[in-house]
């Protein structure tokens, strides 16, 4: 399978919303409502932020939410913080117990 | 505190083999599914590996179906991943992560695996 498709880089000023874009096929992200995203800052691991679409774990500031239409699912970061800058991966479930990865988004806050 | 720790990554030659290993604790390993994820130097992350709580189900990414096999002891909350037939392209910081579905939510610090000669 490709990897779904994310734009390489996103930004954004302090206190702004960005929105970064995660593109697959009907046959993942358009099939099924697993998607998933990631945040990983540099040299640390991959940390959840959103599941099952729309999903926020325990812990993870509501300023990042998670929404889907057709073969495209999104994360939006609100009130953009120092902090937030990192690199985001979606994931989908793609069938026959495989998962699949974005090729990841460098967020800026400028 | 629920902590996964991998082990067992290091320098090896193409064609060589490798065992990784990764230990859980703070949570009952024998209720989850695991997975395993691997990020080549300066790129995105790559699903590899899964396998059920039970161990009875096991699935592999194409990239390494025949050559790489996720196993686990729920006794001693190990879950391993032995490398066979490796190749430059299996250079990576591999991750064993705990699964919550579709989803990766506990992950382990990573071990680097560099495939040289």
């Known amino acids: 399978q490709s990897a779904l498709t994310q734009p390489p880089s996103a930004s954004g000023s302090p206190g702004q919303s960005v929105t970064i874009s995660c593109t697959g096929t009907s046959s993942d992200i358009g099939a099924y409502n697993y998607v998933s995203w990631y945040q990983q800052h540099p040299g640390k691991a991959p940390k959840l932020m959103i599941y099952?679409?729309?999903k926020r774990p325990s812990g993870v500031p509501d300023r990042f939410s998670g929404s889907k239409s057709g073969n495209t699912a999104s994360l939006t970061v609100s009130g953009l913080q120092a902090e937030d800058e990192a690199d985001y991966y979606c994931?989908?479930?793609?069938?026959?117990?495989?998962?699949?990865f974005g090729g990841g988004t460098k967020l800026t806050v400028l | 505190e629920v902590q996964l720790v991998e082990s067992g990554g290091g320098l090896v030659q193409p064609g060589g083999s490798l065992r990784l290993s990764c230990a859980a604790s703070?949570?009952?390993?024998?209720?989850?599914?695991m997975y395993w994820a691997r990020q080549a130097p300066g790129k995105g992350l790559v699903w590899v590996s899964r396998i059920r709580s039970d161990g009875s189900t096991t699935s592999n990414a194409d990239s390494v179906k025949g050559r790489f096999t996720i196993s686990r002891d729920n006794a001693k909350s190990t879950l391993y991943l032995q490398m066979n037939s490796l190749t430059v392209d299996d250079t990576a910081v591999y991750y064993c992560?705990?699964?919550?579905?579709?989803?990766?939510?506990?992950w382990g610090q990573g071990t680097l695996v560099t495939v040289s000669s």
């Open positions: 994931s989908s479930y793609v069938g026959n117990n495989n998962l699949q």
């Open positions: 992560a705990r699964g919550g579905g579709s989803f990766l939510e506990i």
């Open positions: 703070g949570f009952t390993f024998s209720n989850y599914w």
């Open positions: 099952d679409v729309t």
